[in-house]
């Protein structure tokens, strides 16, 4: 966890859960987990909670890992009361993955494969989907064709395996960003990273 302040009066929390080896089955587990977590974690952050207008969430991959990112951007909440709130609600969604029925997880992973069929809309798109395969994520041209594939044959109970792997406290590797307003009183600090450099210094990028 890192802490820093804000020219603004706005309040970001930012946190990535890292895990697997950018494999097929945990790029094809992201796809589909990544069309689960947005609605309601924005469901219950902006909508219930009314915690700021940013609200996201998402999957990423570079190179040999895989992750789940959560965004929330609050100009009423102080980011380490933001980051409680949104652990809280973040460590229940296995369970709720866990507990959906067989016609929601078809429907969820039906979105993850039309999404990866998308045709980009430019060149510069094109080009830029190239650029992550080959130099960023370093995977075969026709990574979405294999991830397809894998997707149809994908089970409810592996991507649960997987999701609770990565936000389980056991398992847990996680990046945490706090980012407080200039008006905003911080209640406490979460920070066991001091020094930002030494830190990036001493990480083995993957």
């Not at 999701?163 to 945490?176: M, R």
């Amino acid at each position: 966890v890192y802490e820093t302040n804000s020219i603004s009066n706005n309040s970001c929390f930012w946190k990535q859960y890292i895990y697997g080896n950018n494999s097929v089955d945990d790029f094809a587990a992201s796809s589909l987990l990544q069309n689960f977590i947005r609605t309601p974690f924005y469901t219950e952050m902006r909508t219930k909670r009314q915690l700021g207008y940013i609200v996201w969430a998402g999957s990423s991959s570079r190179k040999q890992s895989t992750g789940l990112y959560f965004v929330i951007q609050s100009n009423s909440t102080p980011a380490d009361q933001v980051l409680d709130i949104a652990n809280n609600f973040i460590v229940q969604m296995p369970d709720m993955f866990s507990s959906m029925d067989s016609k929601t997880f078809s429907m969820i992973k039906s979105s993850a494969i039309d999404r990866l069929l998308e045709k980009s809309k430019s060149i510069s798109e094109e080009a830029g989907k190239i650029y992550s395969k080959l130099y960023i994520d370093m995977v075969p041209s026709d990574w979405e064709e294999i991830v397809i594939e894998r997707l149809k044959t994908l089970t409810k109970d592996e991507v649960s395996q997987i999701f609770n792997s990565a936000i389980s406290k056991e398992n847990q590797e996680s990046i945490t960003i706090l980012f407080f307003g200039k008006d905003h009183v911080k209640s406490s600090s979460k920070a066991n990273v001091k020094d930002i450099d030494l830190f990036k210094k001493r990480r083995d990028y993957k």
